[in-house]
């Protein structure tokens, strides 16, 4: 998996747009494992 796409989900959900926050949420849960997607996933726990 490349990093580009953990990079922009990660500022998705900081930057605090709802509609961003979502977007990056949803790709955390169709989009395979990996250490990215564990902390991208971890900090989406924050908002959920």
């Given at each position: 998996?490349?990093?580009?796409?953990?990079?922009?989900?990660?500022?998705?959900?900081?930057?605090?747009?709802?509609?961003l926050?979502?977007?990056?949420?949803?790709?955390?849960?169709?989009?395979?494992?990996?250490?990215?997607?564990?902390?991208?996933?971890?900090?989406?726990?924050?908002?959920?």
């Amino acid at each position: 998996m490349k990093a580009a796409p953990i990079a922009r989900m990660q500022r998705y959900l900081e930057s605090g747009d709802p509609i961003l926050m979502a977007e990056a949420i949803a790709w955390v849960q169709i989009n395979p494992g990996g250490a990215g997607r564990a902390r991208i996933y971890r900090y989406s726990r924050l908002w959920c």
